[in-house]
């Protein structure tokens, strides 16, 4: 040792022993002096063995620079001192046993605290570490890059951790990579060490977990490591088994600074119970004999497992909110379901449950997979046929019972005599009697469907056929009512097509189109003011169908009706005869060609014309329909209104000029006829604005109103004669205009009036008799002027 000129020393040691007292506790404050009086006092200090308690240490100082070597710790270390801080720089320290390289920079305040910023490497794992000290106390907080699972074995290695930590840490559970994310904590050095007093939160990525050595590995997207108050919790991101989801499934090892350390395994699983669940299952002797085809269950099963002799005992808790599984071909919508399995036996506690598309119900019962039955008790059931808008049946609120028999993959409803067969490819639903479903279907109660039976196959279609019997006052085949039904249909695509019998073929789909042929419609209980139940497009078309109104009859050989919303056609033809009707909104629009008089004796229900041809055409607003008949070659008889018209000329002689003598045999006849009319459709009121009838002895005009409401008409007819004396008289020019008047015709004015089927007729003769000389007179004294012109 010698002394320099600045007074420093120059120390050099070849041993030197420091003892431990046990009076005074540890404390790194005083601890943190040393190095600041060694550079206070010596230039330069060498101590070649530095024995502390069991270890020795090699120890060198000169110019700021510290260095501690020994078999556990090598250090480089550099001070600074500055106004009010001293400058640390931790240029290495590695502890040999942990593989562990710190390196950094900090400053000591005068009071004693210390903060230091360093960087770390343990075996080749590298991150970062803040410390802090003051009072005794020192405050970690830390994270690392990315490593191994190499890595994390060989840190493992190092510690006293538990056994079966390190085997769940780093052989259990393998990531690609890890992380530290954070690391906290604090420790009292005036105490022992507490873990409760670390907090840290790793991330492994892209791990595998192999629950069972039987089994594959599980995978996670992420492993999520916490520890906290002395336990280590790991939690899985999209965990999957093969492609099954274990979200929920943990793994728990508690106290970890204890020798009372265990691992907790919680496995949930949010998965179809398909054939890879089954295989699972399997392992553990579990033979499950149902398969998930769609959604997912939450399961929670509890494992009784002894890992020394591999027995396992089960108790399983199922729940979903909804789920497709398949029960030996049949498949089970459950919703909102609570299963429980009990060794063999499978309970359904409560479950709205949907046997797609027919039944829904809520279902409490089991099933005995050993004995391959179940009996459930269905509660507030629905069964439901339909498609669209188009229900075939529609069951609600119903109670049942209801048998599985999974050997023949069949159930059978007690109550409504029903049994459904199940397969891979279809249902089958065999209603033995319609009769105990005819308050529950729309179709039987509309047609009256008093029994039958009825088979349903329901595939990726609908198909049906049956036989059902029914009172019919509409359809005539062969001059009888049909009371007797063949049924036969499909329901595809969103399309319904139906045959019955072999009389009509009807499809619906976007709109109903119907092929009726050979058959006789009465159309007499149809009220058109009713409001129509069909509220699609609707398409018919009929061949050879004739309709009837009690005794009126439309003969047709083909017709055609349209309806949409606001518009309604039909149309008909019989040889020649054509009828046109349209319906817009208000508007009409009506059109009849070449109407013989057998066709239209068959519509008005009497033989009124013989021979002829009649043509209609009309159109405008409901109330005020505007239109034109014309009659041509024709004889009319049997009408009410012409018959007392013609029974009063012929009874009052000074009218016989105005009868027409072959009326009784043969009826009037018609050369041509034309009606112009206003008729207002809401109140069946026809206005006959004017009327022109030519016969062979009399031309009819006149105007008037029929009444149909009331049933009852009135018009006013001026009759002109075209034979007899006025075809004499007219021949001589100037007597002619004397005593005819300038028409040259014998005229008269008649009126009808009263009910349709027996209306009253009067003339106004009496009148006219009086009128006549004064006439002849003016006549006689405008002669000059007549014949001037």
Excluded at 746 to 758: M, R
Aim: hydrophobic residues 40%; positive net charge.
């Amino acid at each position: 040792m010698y002394l320099k000129l600045d007074k420093k020393l120059i120390v050099s040691v070849d041993k030197l022993i420091l003892s431990q007292s046990d009076k005074k506790p540890f404390s790194l404050t005083r601890s943190l002096q040393f190095p600041f009086y060694i550079q206070h006092y010596f230039q330069k200090l060498v101590i070649k063995s530095l024995i502390v308690g069991n270890s020795n240490y090699k120890f060198h100082y000169s110019y700021n620079h510290f260095y501690l070597f020994s078999d556990d710790i090598a250090m480089d270390l550099s001070l600074k001192q500055k106004p009010t801080i001293t400058l640390l720089y931790i240029n290495k320290l590695l502890i040999k046993k942990y593989d562990f390289l710190l390196k950094g920079v900090g400053y000591i305040e005068k009071n004693g605290f210390m903060k230091i910023s360093t960087i770390y490497k343990i075996s080749q794992a590298k991150g970062s570490l803040y410390i802090k000290y003051f009072q005794n106390k020192i405050y970690l907080q830390g994270s690392s890059k990315p490593f191994s699972n190499d890595t994390l074995r060989k840190i493992l290695e190092k510690t006293a951790l538990d056994r079966r930590i390190k085997e769940w840490s780093a052989y259990k559970i393998i990531a690609k990579k890890y992380r530290l994310k954070s690391f906290s904590g604090s420790i009292d050095l005036n105490k022992k060490l507490d873990l409760n007093k670390f907090q840290a939160v790793a991330i492994a990525t892209n791990a595998a977990i192999r629950f069972h050595q039987k089994l594959p590995p599980a995978r996670a997207k992420q492993i999520i490591m916490e520890l906290k108050n002395d336990n280590l919790y790991f939690s899985f991101v999209q965990p999957r088994y093969l492609d099954k989801k274990l979200d929920g499934t943990k793994v728990r090892i508690y106290a970890l600074g204890k020798r009372g350390s265990y691992i907790d395994i919680s496995i949930k699983a949010k998965t179809p119970v398909d054939a890879k669940i089954q295989k699972l299952l399997n392992v553990y002797k579990i033979d499950l004999p149902l398969y998930q085809k769609k959604g997912e269950i939450d399961a929670k099963v509890e494992l009784k497992l002894d890992f020394h002799y591999f027995k396992l005992h089960i108790n399983g808790v199922f729940d979903t909110s909804l789920s497709i599984i398949n029960l030996h071909g049949i498949d089970i919508v459950l919703k909102d379901a609570h299963m429980k399995l009990q060794d063999n036996i499978f309970f359904i506690d409560k479950a709205h449950s949907v046997i797609e598309p027919i039944i829904r119900t809520n279902l409490k019962g089991y099933i005995d997979f050993k004995k391959k039955k179940g009996k459930f008790f269905a509660k507030k059931s629905s069964i439901n046929i339909k498609e669209k808008n188009f229900s075939l049946l529609d069951i609600q609120d119903l109670d049942e019972i209801v048998t599985l028999d999974l050997s023949k993959s069949q159930l059978y409803l007690k109550k409504l005599d029903t049994l459904i067969k199940f397969n891979k490819k279809s249902k089958i639903v065999v209603i033995n009697d319609l009769a105990l479903l005819r308050s529950y279907s729309m179709p039987l109660k509309k047609f009256n469907i008093q029994y039958g039976q009825m088979r349903i196959i329901l595939d990726k279609n609908i198909s049906f056929s049956g036989k059902l019997f029914a009172p019919n006052t509409i359809i005539v085949h062969h001059s009888k009512y049909i009371d007797s039904f063949f049924l036969k249909g499909v329901l595809e695509n969103k399309q319904l097509q139906i045959d019955v019998n072999d009389f009509a073929h009807i499809m619906i789909a976007k709109r109903i189109e119907a092929q009726l042929k050979n058959i006789d419609l009465n159309i007499t209980d149809i009220n058109r003011s009713e409001k129509s139940e069909i509220k699609m497009p609707l398409k018919v078309t009929f061949e050879n169908c004739n309709f009837f109104h009690t005794s009126h009859t439309l003969l047709s050989q083909k017709a055609e009706l349209i309806k949409n919303r606001d518009f309604l056609h039909f149309q008909s033809t019989y040889m020649k005869n054509f009828v046109s009707y349209k319906e817009r909104r208000d508007n009409v629009s009506f059109k009849a060609k070449n109407l013989s008089g057998f066709f239209i004796n068959s519509l008005l229900g009497k033989n009124y014309l013989t021979q002829g041809v009649a043509n209609i055409e009309a159109k405008g607003p409901k109330n005020a329909i505007d239109g034109e008949l014309i009659l041509q070659n024709s004889y009319i008889k049997d009408l009410k209104a012409l018959n007392n018209l013609f029974a009063f000329l012929n009874t009052v002689p000074a009218l016989l000029t105005f009868s027409d003598p072959g009326y009784s045999t043969k009826g009037m006849y018609v050369q041509n006829a034309k009606v112009k009319f206003l008729y207002n459709m809401p109140r069946s009121i026809l206005s006959i604005k004017s009327l022109r009838v030519e016969g062979k002895s009399i031309i009819m005009q006149g105007y008037g109103v029929i009444n149909f409401a009331q049933n009852n008409l009135k018009l006013f007819l001026d009759l002109q004669a075209l034979q007899g004396i006025s075809n004499v008289v007219n021949k001589i020019p100037l007597a002619g205009y004397i005593l005819l008047g300038k028409e040259g015709t014998i005229s008269t004015k008649v009126e009808l009036s009263g009910p349709l089927n027996n209306p009253k007729v009067t003339t106004n003769l009496v009148k006219d008799t009086v009128k006549a000389p004064f006439n002849i007179m003016k006549r006689t004294l405008t002669l000059p002027l007549e014949i001037f012109k």
